[in-house]
């Protein structure tokens, strides 16, 4: 039987990045949410799961050093992608929403209630990517004197959700009656204090909000680390990671799928899903042209200081044309394995290469027709088993994500490889379905 695949849209930067980009669509400011829809509207025509915003807590520095190259660059400026996923879904009415919030830099109620909230509003459509932060600035912001170490941050985003679920749990299934006779909104006896102490958070609760319409959000996570990949097997309904081989992602799947049964969880109900960024154009010589576009300087140096933030180590004073040292994943205090899903298979690419492959997204190098581009997609599917991609597009690029849904996705829906109508009311109808 035909594989069926999983979208979503990624928007990593709900910011500035496109504001000199010639290829923006005219007059899109990203400041204003028509940008963010109209790409989300995009996504809901070609049937994807969802939408997800990433989103910072402080503009970063190289290095602790200063934030002059990031303020030139508008690097880390972004909207709060709780608010812009809530004026998504107001122009929405299938695809997923999601959020990005830190568990280090959160409150566990107040996100559990803003969730919560915002599910209701949405329908059923809200997800959390949920983060642990890295940057200095972003804990400088919130007034910790360091950023606690890669581990230590898992473990308090464990009792985070222990205590995110109690709260959800709060309320009873039946606890809402809202008799308009009798008056009654709910049956006291069914929601309950939670009481929760733990090593990081105490709170009383119960929610004063009505749980999540499935109980709880759909949660999304994007660890790589070995301590990462434990956490989401744990509290994760879908993981977004970027691979550059299809062995990589094999060995990434088979790994985040074997650790679910320790929790209890069936592989099916966790989706995996892979960041891409295909090159396709109406002949594949036209997308070999495409693919061989250089990268503006502007783009390049851009993308350092955004792998310089992940990493946080200043990537911007080394030699553009050498390789790049390898760093062993516990020097890197932000995303581990930033650096090193480059370096597979004994690659030593230089600083060029690594910030090029960034700025251009084409993980996998996926070029061609829109049919060798589904040909491929489908492929990699069934080589390493499932679930689905991601599209790592920024929020200006109407005209790539349209010509992805007008071109490549009819392709995959008439082969059965894709949803042809949205069967399910929330995300996790959607997620669940295939
Ligand atoms: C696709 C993707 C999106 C991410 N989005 C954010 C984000 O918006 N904000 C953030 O603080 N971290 C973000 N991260 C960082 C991750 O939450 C995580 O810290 C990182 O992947 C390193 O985790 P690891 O050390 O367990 O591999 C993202 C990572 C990936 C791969």
Redesign the pocket.
Known sequence: MTKKIHFGW?S?YAGPVGFNNPKATEGADWRQPDMYQKMAQICEKGKFDFALF???LGISSDSGKSIDSHVLQGVTVCHDSTVLAAMVAAQTNHLGVGA?L?TSLTLPYQLARQLASLDHLSKGRVAW?I????SKSAFDNFGHDSVPE?DARYDQADEFMELCYQLWNSWEKDAVVMDKESGMFADPSKVKPIHFEGDYYKCAGPLNMVPPVEGKPVTIQ????D??MEFASRWADAV???KQTVDDMKIYYDSLKGRLHKYGRNPEEVKVLF?IKPIFAATEELARQKAAEPVSDYDLHRAISQLSTRMNRDLTQLDLDEPVPTMSEKEIT????TLSRHQTQGQRPTLRQIATKEVVGNNLDIVGTPEQVADQLQLIMETIGGDGFVLRVNPHEHQYMQEFVDMVVPVLQQRGAMRAEYTGHTLRDNLLEY
Do not use: L, M, P
Request: aromatic letters at 8%.
């Open positions: 990624f990593q990433a989103d910072h990005t830190s990517n983060v642990t932060s890295y890669h994007a660890g790589s680390s301590r990462g977004i990671v970027a960041i932000g995303g581990q394995t």
